[in-house]
């Protein structure tokens, strides 16, 4: 047999050691890729072999280490002594190591540092059965150690923590109760765990979760927020509520931990603190009050007292004096009479019309006269004062300013104010100028410029308040009540204007006020006006109703339109709202969208086929409990619409012109055809646009008298398109008919309500856009 032969014992031993050979390459690759340790022992219990792993986690190279004790390059902590002088091999046999069992073990590596290790050893045999050595293969589980140290410490801190700290995946679903998530909501821990988050969550606030969760995927950070959660037996609870997204190793946001503490007691003493807060400030204002009209009434009884004097004093002395008085005398003593009699007259009617303007019961008595004549009128009536105190007066009037139907006797009663106060306080030799100027087609601003003193911003403040006169300089003259600005403010807001002051120290005031060119009251409303008893005409006070489930939303306004002498009442129930409109007169709802989960539209419209459409003021999306987007309209036009709906909302058309110009916005092409021909039937020319964009583009060249606009568009919806609209100055007063059906699918709310909160949050449509539509007073003291 030849040594090539396989079965020759030379060629059976080479293929031996191959074949060892490999397996010690597959072991080597098997052990580097899991980061283990491999020290083989030979039978006297000196290191014969160790792979570069368990060189790294001992600290000996192989070339150091070979024929060691494997005592002295193995250390561990807590060997007892006596093993140094025994073999190994015997050691570990007695300690009968199980096959796969690992033991955890302190290792004391060459520099002396402690490495945790979990080592499994075994005893090998040679081919005749007897131990030849051992095998040590262990890993570094020192990150291990920490990681499960930490998260024993982590739990620790969770389970002990007075929070109920709550983990949940993406889907919602609980993953983690700690014991005060149990005794804050009443679920145990098994109970809880596995069950979706949206059980503690009240229905109305679900939207709440939704948006955390979406923003938790896309990375955003959720700031701490006060909300309600439920408890097991539904009890609400008021909870302040942190949010930590939770990532997996890779980085990437698995899930979210929360942490939620029991606020209820501490709003509690929140809310109390701030009745004592509000009722400290209104005893405050209450005695400021006091203090104000304390003060008003010393000088009011001053100021009535000189002309009361001045009229007995000359009376007696026409009736008394022992001398007969000449005919010259006589006449001087009547004049000063008369004088101080019209003088005294003038303050009781101040006092009386605004007392009058407060209650909602002045008197109006509006009539189509010439603006500037009128002005020209009071101006030489006043040239004479003027002259005496060496003023020079002049008149800058917009012929623009046409005819207007309001009282001639209030207008002349606001300038008369406004220029004998300038004439007053002006130095003399100084420059007054009234000046008249046409604000678009519905109204007009006239001022009165003087280049006196000037005004400070606290004294410009307090001018237009009742009760409140600002301290003179010495020399100037201290007649008057101080009641003659806040009169001229209360008689151009009760007509629907408004009334300001622009003023710089050292640089004169222009005190302006800006009237609608025909009567209207401050609501953007067209006061209606009966005749009374004593056969004058009397303004009638605009009503609005509020139709809103949430009051806390749209107490602001509500306050601010009272402030205007407003009626103002609030309904929960569109039903109600509807029984309101039949049996007494509305001039204007503010109409929440969705009001106790119906369509607040659809039931106000449709109380029955008698029942005239009430006009919607405005408006209302709520969006969560401290959120309303509100938006002016002028009302709502039905989809489908009749030819009467279409024909009321024509009457309400810019300054009723004859053959209006309307825009219609519908992306419905048939939509806006039935429109065009039903406008077509009550004479009215059309223009008709199916995107939004185009509408708005086309504003730029031109203005209709009136724009129908569909709600639900693509791109661009009605919210956004009444948002732009409002944002124009020219266009503020433009009416706007919503057009929408009056079925609202719920998608179709969610829809407008997630268009409404872009809008908000680009800070537009809030209260102070809303009132400057339904009450065109300007917030700001400046000049418009």
């Known amino acids: 047999m030849t040594e090539g032969d396989a079965s020759h014992p030379q060629v059976q031993l080479l293929d031996a050691e191959r074949r060892i050979q490999e397996l010690h390459a597959g072991l080597a690759l098997a052990l580097a890729s899991i980061r283990a340790a491999y020290i083989r022992v030979d039978r006297q219990g000196c290191v014969s072999d160790m792979n570069t792993m368990a060189q790294e986690i001992t600290g000996w190279p192989l070339s150091e280490a070979r024929g060691l004790s494997i005592w002295s390059v193995f250390q561990r902590e807590g060997r007892p002594e006596h093993y140094l002088k025994r073999n190994p091999i015997e050691v570990l046999q007695e300690q009968d190591w199980q096959a796969g069992e690992g033991r955890p073990m302190v290792l004391i590596a060459r520099d002396g540092r402690p490495v945790s290790v979990e080592v499994y050893a075994t005893v090998s045999h040679g081919p005749d059965g007897h131990p030849d050595g051992m095998v040590l293969v262990f890993r570094d589980q020192s990150a291990l150690y920490q990681a499960q140290t930490a998260a024993h410490r982590l739990a620790a801190i969770v389970e002990s923590s007075h929070d109920a700290i709550v983990g949940k995946a993406l889907d919602g679903t609980i993953t983690s109760w700690n014991q005060a998530a149990e005794r804050l909501f009443g679920y145990s821990a098994d109970e809880a765990v596995g069950m979706s988050v949206m059980a503690l969550i009240p229905p109305e606030r679900r939207n709440e979760e939704m948006q955390i969760l979406a923003r938790l995927v896309q990375g955003d950070?959720?700031?701490?927020?006060?909300?309600?959660?439920?408890?097991?037996d539904g009890q609400r609870i008021d909870v302040s509520l942190s949010i930590s997204p939770v990532r997996d190793h890779a980085g990437t946001i698995i899930g979210a931990a929360k942490i939620a503490r029991d606020i209820t007691q501490e709003l509690a003493a929140r809310q109390a603190r701030a009745r004592v807060d509000g009722l400290e400030r209104e005893n405050r204002e209450v005695l400021e009050a006091m203090r104000t009209k304390s003060l008003f009434l010393a000088s009011m009884?001053?100021?009535?007292?000189?002309?009361?004097?001045?009229?007995?004093?000359?009376?007696?002395?026409?009736?008394?004096?022992?001398?007969?008085?000449?005919?010259?005398?006589?006449?001087?003593?009547?004049?000063?009479?008369?004088?101080?009699?019209?003088?005294?007259?003038?303050?009781?009617?101040?006092?009386?019309?605004?007392?009058?303007?407060?209650?909602?019961?002045?008197?109006?008595?509006?009539?189509?006269?010439?603006?500037?004549?009128?002005?020209?009128?009071?101006?030489?009536?006043?040239?004479?004062?003027?002259?005496?105190?060496?003023?020079?007066?002049?008149?800058?009037?917009?012929?623009?300013?046409?005819?207007?139907?309001?009282?001639?006797?209030?207008?002349?009663?606001?300038?008369?104010?406004?220029?004998?106060?300038?004439i007053k306080f002006t130095p003399p030799g100084g420059d007054i100028v009234v000046r008249t100027r046409a604000r678009g087609r519905r109204s007009f601003l006239l001022e009165v410029q003087d280049n006196g003193a000037g005004l400070s911003d606290a004294d410009q403040a307090e001018l237009f308040q009742e009760f409140r006169q600002l301290r003179r300089q010495p020399g100037q003259d201290s007649a008057g009540t101080g009641l003659g600005l806040a009169l001229t403010r209360r008689l151009a807001q009760a007509q629907g204007g408004s009334a300001g002051v622009a003023s710089e120290p050292g640089r004169g005031s222009r005190f302006y006020v800006v009237l609608p060119v025909r009567h209207a009251h401050p609501s953007g409303l067209e006061a209606a006006s009966t005749v009374n008893d004593a056969g004058r005409t009397a303004v009638h006070t605009p009503r609005v109703v509020v139709v809103d489930d949430d009051h806390s939303l749209n107490r602001d306004l509500m306050d601010r339109l009272r402030d205007t002498g407003v009626t103002v009442e609030r309904t929960d129930n569109v039903l109600d709202a509807g029984k309101i409109a039949a049996t007494e007169r509305v001039d204007a709802f503010v109409l929440g969208l969705e009001v106790a989960g119906r369509n607040g539209l659809e039931l106000l419209i449709r109380q029955g086929p008698e029942a005239a459409v009430p006009p919607v003021g405005a408006l209302n999306v709520a969006l969560d409990r401290d959120h309303v987007a509100s938006f002016p309209v002028a009302g709502v036009i039905p989809k489908p619409s009749t030819p009467r709906d279409v024909g009321e909302a024509l009457a309400q058309c810019a300054e009723g012109a004859r053959s209006p110009t309307v825009m219609v916005v519908d992306d419905d092409p048939l939509s806006l055809t039935l429109m065009d021909e039903t406008l077509r039937g009550w004479g009215v020319s059309a223009i008709l646009f199916r995107s939004a964009e185009a509408a708005l583009a086309h504003l730029e060249r031109d203005t209709p008298d009136l724009i129908i606009l569909d709600l639900l568009m693509p791109v661009m919806d009605g919210f956004e398109v009444l948002a732009a609209i409002r944002r124009r100055p020219d266009l503020m007063h433009l009416p706007v008919f919503i057009w929408t059906s009056l079925t609202l699918t719920t998608d179709e709310q969610d829809r407008l309500r997630r268009s409404a909160a872009r809008v908000l949050s680009k800070g537009e449509a809030a209260l102070d856009g809303?009132?400057?539509?339904?009450?065109?007073?300007?917030?700001?003291?400046?000049?418009?």
């Open 221 to 232: 950070r959720i700031p701490a927020l006060e909300t309600v959660r439920l408890s097991r």
């Open 301 to 422: 009884s001053h100021e009535l007292r000189t002309p009361l004097n001045a009229i007995i004093g000359f009376a007696q002395l026409l009736h008394e004096s022992p001398v007969a008085v000449s005919e010259e005398k006589r006449q001087q003593f009547v004049a000063h009479i008369l004088s101080a009699g019209r003088h005294l007259l003038e303050m009781i009617n101040d006092v009386l019309d605004l007392s009058k303007v407060e209650a909602g019961r002045i008197d109006f008595n509006p009539v189509e006269f010439d603006v500037r004549a009128a002005v020209h009128d009071l101006i030489e009536t006043l040239r004479p004062l003027a002259q005496s105190r060496q003023h020079r007066l002049r008149e800058d009037l917009d012929p623009d300013v046409g005819p207007v139907l309001l009282d001639p006797v209030r207008l002349r009663q606001i300038l008369y104010n406004y220029l004998s106060n300038a």
């Open 770 to 784: 809303l009132l400057a539509e339904l009450l065109p007073i300007p917030a700001r003291t400046t000049a418009p």
